[in-house]
């Protein structure tokens, strides 16, 4: 598997909810939030109407996204599981500060029933339909990628950058040919020698290649799999108002590897993966170690805590594209004759932002990310103020504006 080291790297973007025109194109910036409490709703997809550009609103719900002017006329759709769709139109992009106000969509429990309550059926179905509700051409997609590190609740790294993701057909549940490849990136890092450990665990800017459960079957689920599960039927959701089966699994038996557990969403209509929020079992410490560690100094002494993951998928013209990846893992280092542990958590999280079909050519294996490449080595400081330029990005919370302020002095 991919991996990435622990010193990280960084920049930022002064957040802003506006509208502005850059030439030809225009950046609409804002703000989503729950239209009956008024709270502020995270990892919300936006996505300009008709079109793969895209991006995801962030911890504090903020968003900015930028397109070309010409496509202004569209508006722009905020999709978020449990919520109606929600658009707005051009005019109402540019009639000043943009604020998405989601409406709660009520569960439905009767479908549930419907289905026969047979969930392991249901999984089973969606795995055997994967060749058809996804992809059966190449595409190269345009993704934003942050990694950040923290020590305690001190953000000791940040890292960010665009990649290209070439993903080949889902003909066949293999990761076989599937490359990430840097265009750009910029790092900010503590310079405190304490900070600093020299380990590598699973993450870095492959997560689309490695967390892709839909077309990496050695990941989660392969048919074979689903006999060391538990499955059961949860309440139904909704995404793109789109009725969304949800089901709970956990393991049942006991493997050489650590196995998952967590939440599938499913498409009623296409019997399709919408999402999939889920999570190692780190019970077995040696086992989860095993799993996400791939390099320690002799002596530190690696305990995961908790390892969590989510995978989205959007729905579009009949067909399943990746969307967004998150991985975070939690753990703690200690060396030996040391009374004390240290606590880390390392996120990293990439979102699709535009996508080539059949591009013309794919990512070869020469440029391609590899094992032994650290994401950190690759990019530079972070210096310019508009590194990003018209990139869709996924906009910085406050508190990492303030932590890369910190790094930076």
Not at 347 to 353: A, G, K, L, P, R
Request: net charge positive.
């Amino acid at each position: 598997m991919k991996t990435d080291s622990l010193s990280l790297l960084a920049g930022i973007v002064l957040l802003a909810t506006s509208f502005q025109v850059w030439g030809r194109d225009v950046t609409v910036s804002g703000v989503v939030r729950d239209k009956s409490s008024n709270k502020i709703i995270d990892r919300v997809s936006l996505i300009v109407n008709g079109t793969d550009i895209g991006t995801v609103s962030n911890d504090e719900g903020y968003f900015s996204l930028t397109f070309p002017d010409s496509l202004l006329a569209k508006g722009i759709r905020a999709e978020q599981i449990g919520y109606k769709t929600h658009s707005l139109s051009g005019r109402q992009l540019t009639s000043g500060p943009v604020t998405f106000r989601l409406q709660p969509n009520p569960k439905m429990l009767e479908d549930v029933v419907v289905y026969g309550a047979d969930p392991k059926a249901l999984v089973e179905t969606a795995i055997r339909k994967i060749p058809q509700n996804y992809s059966v051409v190449p595409n190269l997609f345009s993704s934003f990628y942050r990694e950040t590190i923290q020590k305690g609740k001190r953000y000791i790294g940040v890292s960010e950058g665009i990649v290209d993701v070439f993903k080949k057909p889902y003909k066949h549940r293999n990761i076989m040919g599937d490359r990430v490849r840097l265009r750009k990136g910029r790092r900010q890092v503590s310079q405190r020698n304490s900070d600093t450990i020299a380990v590598k665990i699973l993450g870095g800017p492959n997560i689309p290649v490695l967390l892709d459960f839909v077309k990496n079957e050695e990941l989660l689920f392969g048919l074979a799999d689903l006999d060391n599960y538990n499955f059961k039927m949860e309440p139904m959701a909704m995404l793109d108002d789109r009725r969304q089966f949800v089901v709970s699994f956990s393991p049942k038996v006991k493997m050489d590897y650590p196995l998952h557990k967590g939440k599938l969403y499913i498409d009623q209509e296409t019997t399709s993966f919408t999402k999939a929020e889920y999570s190692l079992d780190v019970s077995d410490k040696e086992k989860a170690t095993r799993a996400i560690l791939y390099k320690k100094p002799r002596g530190l002494h690696f305990k995961p805590q908790d390892v969590d993951f989510v995978v989205t998928y959007k729905f579009q013209d009949g067909v399943s594209y990746l969307n967004y990846i998150s991985a975070r893992t939690r753990f703690k280092c200690d060396w030996k004759r040391r009374l004390f542990s240290s606590g880390y958590t390392a996120f990293s999280e990439m979102v699709m932002v535009d996508r080539e079909e059949c591009p013309a050519t794919a990512i070869s294996a020469r440029e391609a990310f590899r094992d032994k490449d650290i994401f950190y080595d690759m990019v530079d400081d972070f210096s310019d103020p508009d590194f990003w330029k018209d990139y869709n990005i996924i906009e910085p919370t406050e508190s990492l504006e303030k932590a890369v302020a910190k790094l930076k002095n």
